[in-house]
């Protein structure tokens, strides 16, 4: 097989990364050695960010490099115009890519991941995409669509039907925008042609991800179909889930390393930590990979590990990435390598979230809390603080909100995650850090809680206005009153360590 080169006439000998390539890597990458051209595309997952690209597909790699009789392939989709570029290069890849590996010690492991076989764009053909999910080959639909993407509203929580793409979904069912359109078109013509339905599979990070996945899909269904809707209740599954490794975003360092290291050139590569868990509910419609055999656990209820993995790593990024973009951090290692804030963390998940989880089988909670920080700690996963700050109206109400609901109602502390919340405020009001330097916002809330924020002078309160998130939560007096006194500090002071500093302080005080 001859060696195809890149145009880089620079470098004559730079590898591009596809499949006629694949046997002629340098040795020090994990090239797959299994015959991808035998993979069916039983999986259509939607979402094929980083995320995925570093836990399912990296599962599955793994479980094809193991099983050789396994045809257990993916086709990707994505729903949206910004997935242009990720269909692009993954088409001229042959839908190849590089896992890069980085461990705490330096360690480095480039590993290519042939689980991948197919892309389709579904906002420029939904055709092809609702077809591809009716397929008899297909058997799980799996999501990756971030939290926001299941568009709960806090106050009701339940799924808003205002979206003017839910809307259009309903009214055109043939051509559909949101991820759930597509699954009740799919699952309607599947039961029109005598098909057995796919199993839907959440990997989002929301707890019950795969209840709340039902409970959208047969809204849907409901309001177009009743009888689609019974099918559906009583054929598909929809397991639950909790799912972990962290991701940063891709950036330039990443396609060089892989340049100057192996000669070889990833126009997308992704970059991941050596930790990585999937604890999956074991309700399969129609079959599914033997991922346990390469690592995932299937429990009979996920609920526990979803909320410790939430409230704890999840809320504990969150806590940094607010605290920290404020006090001029730009990493979340930069972050837990500032005692200030390594302390605070380790207090807000010992004081405030620790005695609102349950019991999870098989877990030393201190020792999880221990590996969190470790690996938050991970120098060579530069996770930036803009990544985790994204979307955070979205996250905060999963993450965070709800251990104060827990705390408000059982007594319990709520300081810590009280000043994320009034920094949060804050930081959509000023929009910079406190030396002045600008905040780079990417929200689908971030006008109206800039301007919710920017009322704060006026009504200290405003913020909490905005019910969409915060729920019913400037209902709660304990609360408000809290809320209010960090607030009026941080805009005097604008002095986050200072306010931080003293809350730990106070928390040791025995009065
Ligand atoms: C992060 C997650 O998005 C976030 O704010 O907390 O992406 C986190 O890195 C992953 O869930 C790790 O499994």
New binding site residues.
């Given amino acids: 097989m001859t060696r195809q080169t890149s145009p880089i006439g620079a470098n004559a000998s730079l590898t591009p990364l596809n499949e006629a390539n694949l046997a002629q890597l340098n040795s020090q990458v994990s090239a797959p050695q299994y015959d991808r051209s035998r993979l069916k595309p039983r999986i259509v997952h939607v979402g094929v960010g980083g995320?995925h690209r570093s836990h399912e597909a990296f599962y599955t790699d793994e479980l094809l490099r193991n099983d050789r009789s396994s045809d257990w392939g993916i086709c990707g989709v994505g729903l949206r115009e910004a997935d242009e570029k990720i269909a692009s290069v993954l088409k001229r890849q042959d839908y190849l890519y590089t896992l890069i590996i980085r461990h705490p010690n330096g360690t480095v492991e480039s590993r290519v991941i042939g689980s991948i076989v197919d892309f389709l764009l579904g906002c420029h053909d939904p055709e092809s995409v609702i077809e591809q999910m009716a397929s008899p080959d297909t058997q799980i639909v799996s999501l990756t669509i971030t939290e926001g993407g299941y568009n709960i509203d806090a106050a009701t929580g339940e799924f808003n039907w205002n979206h003017p793409d839910a809307q259009h979904d309903l009214q055109n069912p043939t051509t559909p925008k949101l991820v759930f359109g597509f699954l009740t078109e799919a699952l309607k013509r599947r039961r029109a042609r005598n098909l057995p339905a796919f199993t839907i599979q959440s990997c989002d990070?929301i707890q019950h991800n795969g209840d709340l996945t039902r409970k959208t899909v047969l809204g849907f269904a409901r309001k177009q179909d009743p009888e689609l809707a019974t099918w559906i209740e009583s054929n598909v599954c929809f397991p639950n889930a909790m799912?972990?490794?962290?991701?940063p975003v891709t950036t330039q360092d990443d396609m060089d390393y892989l340049v100057q290291e192996h000669q070889l050139c990833d126009e997308w590569p992704v970059t991941c930590e050596p930790f990585c868990q999937w604890v999956v509910e074991d309700h399969f419609s129609a079959g599914r990979p033997a991922w346990e055999s390469v690592g995932a656990q299937f429990v009979p209820d996920v609920g526990p590990y979803e909320k410790m993995?939430l409230r704890l790593?999840?809320a504990g990024?969150?806590v940094l990435?607010i605290l920290g973009s404020i006090h001029g951090h730009r990493t979340i290692d930069g972050c837990v390598g500032d005692p200030l804030f390594a302390t605070y963390l380790r207090q807000f998940m010992d004081a405030e979230v620790t005695p609102v989880l349950d019991e999870v089988e098989g877990i030393d909670l201190e020792t999880y809390k221990d590996t969190l920080l470790e690996r938050f700690g991970n120098p060579n996963i530069k996770?930036a603080l803009s990544?985790?700050c994204?979307e955070s109206s979205s996250?905060l109400p999963v993450?965070l909100i709800p251990t104060i609901q827990d705390n408000l109602a059982r007594g319990g502390r709520i300081e810590l995650a009280t000043l994320v919340i009034a920094a949060w405020c804050f930081y959509s009001d000023k929009q910079v850090d406190q030396h002045g330097n600008p905040l780079e916002i990417i929200d689908e809330l971030k006008q109206p809680l800039h301007q919710a924020a920017a009322a704060t002078r006026k009504d200290p309160l405003s913020f909490l206005e905005v019910t969409e998130v915060f729920g019913d939560l400037i209902q709660n007096e304990r609360f408000t009153k809290q809320y209010v006194s960090m607030v009026e500090t941080l805009y005097e002071t604008t002095d986050i360590a200072s306010i931080m500093e003293d809350l730990l302080q106070s928390g040791n005080d025995p009065n």
């Fill in positions: 995320f990070n799912v972990d490794r962290i991701t993995k790593l999840n990024h969150s990435g996770d990544r985790i994204l996250k993450f």
